[in-house]
């Protein structure tokens, strides 16, 4: 298959995860040897839900040139409808279990509105709003976390793309979406909690009596392999014609016009695609997080996404899951606060306060020295060049030359 | 093939850029297998009666209407105007660099541009003909698996003509095809042109006389956006008018 064929990174990168997968599962408390602790899983599971928008935003930023700074309020997204049904799931046993108690058996609204209490007392209501009709169904939730991201990003790209806003117009777009979005749920009548956000969402509904080490290594291998899947379908549309014609309106989109193919139409579905990639990663990483909370969806989120990507490098699916898995596990590091601090004798580097200074001059330094990110290093090994004349003309009269021979 | 009926005519367009008047009442027609050359001054207009017929830029009045059912192309966007059979070459050569010969060309082969029509294609054996067919026809069949930035500038001009053709026009609007090639590399584009102009309509755009007399064609002459002189070359060049604005300098 070419989709094979064009990516030889993929058998590697599957053959990898696999071997990765295993020696976490093999090293875990609940399998294993116990040498990884619980939450230390927990930290790799989440890691590869990152690696896993890290390749949605690839796909979107890296070939199709749409820097978007959203995606990570799709990923919150996902999280909150997952996050919805957990709750209400588990709020639901307990107070049936309270309840059960009681001298008459409790009617369905006593139990409703109980659950309601339970889960809304924090920001001073009882009532459900119209936004948990479907919490009760855990189908109906799991089609929300690709309906709900997927519609917004059908809509608002239709918008924007329709209007022709391209580069860093629509950049500041996705921003204010993201900013709007979280602004919306910080505040208490929002239905979702306001800043409380959805907790406890780490304790699956029914599953009390299993520990939390076999909850942890399940959903880590649900991440694995989402994120298997999400390299296979990246690899698969960056592949053929379509990924020809993503990266052609990446280089020129106006010349991708007068081919014939609509820019908008393409790019519209690699953007709605990409987000309900992100939002599946978020419902499978916030379980694991146990907490999501509006700050989650702040647009500050969307542009590390950016970040992980450019430091891993774009336009290569394996360069934005390097990206996203080194640069969240060295942070994880260095905010954890286990990082030693430096003392300088006048002054104490402490890690917590400086990490983002160093991410973000990493960031600056990658961009204007090492533009093809961490996996650029992977192209020393096998020599692969790319031109970087993007049609500059020569002009008339050195037109015959190669660039090289031009210059000399 | 015959030479009647129109395939395209263009009515009194006009379209000023912050007031100044690029294009002027023009008017051009041509027929389905026809080769027309336009010539002209800098500034002249030639670019941007291209944009106006490719849907990139819209005029302030008149009309541009097509084929045999006379469709009014104004309003239509340029991805839907270029399916509708109108390829176009750039002044300045824009390909793909950052992909292979063969993948500029597949991508414009005349096939479904539907986004998921796109996205489950896989080249059939005619595909990989008409790539081959092609890339031969531009001199480019040693070249397909090079990424098309690392070829000279006239073997780009070439690939933009070869992913021209592949998009099977009727029409084929080409600006400065021969600009940055030496002697015989110009001999060879106005074979592949003559060539492709006995199955439809070809529109060049070009500085060089010499060229033009080798496509040996009707000549249309513009100036400050509109048609100075009209016939053939011979015809044109013994025009005071355009000599005066023209050729005289
Ligand atoms: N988008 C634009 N905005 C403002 N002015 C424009 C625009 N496009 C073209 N013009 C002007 O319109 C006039 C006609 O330009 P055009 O490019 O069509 O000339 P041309 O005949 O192709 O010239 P050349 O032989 O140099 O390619 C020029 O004076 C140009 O500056
Ligand atoms: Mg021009």
Known sequence: MTMFKKNPSLMVFIGLLAIFTLAVTFMSEAYGTGALSTSFVKTLGKTLCLALVAIAMDLVWGYTGILSLGHFAFFGLGGYMIGMWLMYARTEIIVVESMANAALPPTPSEISDAIGTQIFGVVGSSDFPLIWTFAHSFWAQIALVVLVPGLLALVFGWLAFRSRVTGVYLSILTQAMTLALSLYLFQNDSGLRGNNGLSGLQNLPGADAISQDNISIWFFWASAFALLLTYLIAAFIVSGKFGSVIRGIRDDEARVR??????????????????VIAAIGGALYYPQAG????????????????????????????????????????STYFTGGQAPDINLGFYTIKWVDWWLVLLGLSFVLVTLFAPKGIGGLFDLITHRMSPNRHGLPLGPDKGSLREEEAEK | MSNTGTLLEVSGISVSFDGFKAINNLSFEIGPAEMRAIIGPNGAGKTTFMDIVTGKTKPDEGKVLWGELSRNLIGMNEAKIARAGIGRKFQRPTVFEDQTVFENLLMAVKNDRNPLKVLFFRPKFKDLAKVEELASEIGLSDQLERKSGELSHGQKQWLEIGMLLAQDPKLLLVDEPAAGMTLGEREHTTDILKEAAKTRAVVVVEHDMEFVRRLDCKVTVLHEGSVLAEGSLDHVTQNQDVIDVYLGR
């Open chain 1, 258 to 275: 007068f081919l014939g193919y609509s820019v908008e139409g393409f790019k519209l579905f690699i953007f709605t695609l990409t987000a």
């Open chain 1, 291 to 330: 907490i999501i909370n509006p700050a989650e969806i702040a647009p500050i989120a969307s542009i590390y996404l950016a970040v992980w990507v450019a430091i891993g490098g774009r336009g290569r699916i394996y360069g934005a899951a390097i990206g996203a898995g080194f640069v969240s596990l060295v």
